[in-house]
């Protein structure tokens, strides 16, 4: 045994726990000074929903398992079995969506008025209802790291890619629990099909996980289905220039990811098999395909996401510098030798990935809802953790930095977001107050 290889790795795995850790920290100091009793405002919804799927599925009844357009249903397998062990009146919830829809109001917009009274007595089970979720969060930012790690980004890259993920409040404190399981699963497909595609003969395990995760993400949210054309552009891209060989590689791969990924939708949601006509309705008529607006109708609605836009893309501090930074050097020729070590394959089909998804939610979103480019903002993690790498390293050829600075560095974001989640979290605190 290399006891110096097994200390480098337990040392390694340490760093990615504390980081983990401060992200919850994170959350929890803006959730404390925001005095919410949820961590996401949609809940109650969710509650609601899983105890109707969970009593259906008991009774073999595969009807009437898609409640809405999300679709959500990931959420009710992987939290909403929870609501089997609590002993709450359901009936509640069923009440109040049919007084407020019987005075003409939305049950959704109702309930998410900042209400503590009103929160207060879903406390319980709102902490049974999230319990699996945050553990599949830590599970989320483990795999994260070290797929990041497979790919061929060296531990700085990772470690920051991971800092600037956990400490962004957006992701386990705003974002409702379908969108939660949208990033996850698309975002761990997505990586788990760039590992196979840079190492097809040795990696044919990760085209089966990418296939059955994103089968859960278009189980989670339709806007997942983006992954389908574009692995197909990633593998012409990693395979270019083409012949009759490669094609029929890229047609076999297809078969393949489809092969687990229908069979695993059916496992999932039987209602595909046993009442295709609700299918049938999520597609084309509560979803997102039957979208008509234009791209200036989004547009001219973006100020009103900027409660959205800002935090998932600044939830870290130095963040929005450090995506920047990364196309300024990336423009310099003087600098361009800081990028040489990394994947550049892999980054290019990153940056594709965040560009051409935000281009299809704006063509294709029904509601025009920011939060649904989320997603793409996991991947602006990854560009600026490149872009405060090489902010370092055009800093150390002209100062001597020693081996712990990069340590210093990752604590001294996470203490910077600690005040920023401090100083946002009273300053909420005021505005709802007024309110």
């Known amino acids: 045994m290399n006891f110096k290889l097994d ?3 337990a040392e390694e795995f340490i760093i990615v726990l504390f980081i983990i850790l401060s992200g919850f920290m994170t959350t929890a100091i803006f959730k404390i000074n925001n005095f919410f009793t949820f961590p996401n405002l949609d809940e109650m919804f969710w509650h609601y929903r899983a ?5 259906k599925m008991l ?12 679709p959500g249903i990931t959420v009710h397998w992987f939290t909403g079995f929870m609501m089997n062990f609590i002993n709450f009146d359901f009936n509640d919830i069923t009440r109040r969506i049919a007084e407020k829809n019987a005075l003409g109001m939305n049950f959704n917009d109702v309930m998410n008025v900042n209400d503590y009274a009103v929160y207060s007595a879903y406390e319980t089970i709102s902490f049974a209802f999230n319990a699996p979720l945050f553990l599949l969060l830590v599970i989320f930012y483990i795999s994260f790291y070290y797929l990041l790690r497979k790919l061929g980004f060296n531990k700085i890259i990772a470690f920051f890619s991971l800092l600037f993920l956990t400490t962004n409040i957006f992701i386990t404190y705003w974002t409702t629990p379908s969108d939660k399981m949208l990033f996850i699963f698309i975002t761990l497909s997505f990586l788990t099909f760039l590992v196979y595609v840079s190492n097809r003969n040795k990696a044919k395990k990760y085209l089966f996980a990418s296939a059955i995760l994103g089968a859960w993400a278009v189980l989670s949210k339709l806007t997942a289905l983006f992954l389908l054309p574009f692995f197909i552009l990633v593998s012409i891209f990693y395979l270019w220039p083409l012949n009759k060989e490669k094609i029929k590689l890229i047609i076999k791969d297809c ?9 695993v939708c059916v496992i999932f949601l039987p209602t595909i098999i046993t009442n295709p006509g609700e299918v049938y309705n999520l597609f084309f008529h509560t979803g997102v395909i039957e979208s008509n607006h234009s791209a200036h109708n989004y547009f001219s609605n973006l100020s009103g996401y900027s409660e ?15 995506f920047l930074a990364f196309f300024i050097l990336k423009s310099k020729k003087k600098y361009k030798n800081i990028f040489t070590t990394l994947p550049k394959k892999h980054l290019q089909a990153i940056i ?18 920011a939060r649904f480019m989320f997603p793409a903002f996991v991947m602006m993690n990854i560009i600026a953790a490149v872009g405060l790498y090489g902010i370092i390293e055009v800093i150390k050829k002209k100062i001597k930095l020693p081996g712990y600075a990069y340590l210093a560095i990752i604590l001294a974001l996470i203490f910077s977001q600690f005040l920023t989640m ?3 979290g009273e300053l909420m605190k005021i505005i709802i107050e007024k309110i």
């Open 308 to 322: 959205i836009l800002i935090p998932a893309i600044c939830g870290s501090p130095g963040m929005p510098l450090s």
């Open 352 to 369: 594709a990935y965040l560009i051409l998804f935000i281009i299809m939610v704006i063509l294709l979103s029904k509601n025009r809802d």
């Open 255 to 263: 078969f393949y990811w489809a092969l687990i990924f229908v069979p």
């Open 7 to 9: 200390y480098k790795k």
């Open 59 to 70: 009774n073999l009844d595969f009807s009437g398992l898609i409640q809405s357009s999300q």
């Open 422 to 424: 401090t100083f946002q």
């Open 51 to 55: 105890n109707v799927f969970w009593e």
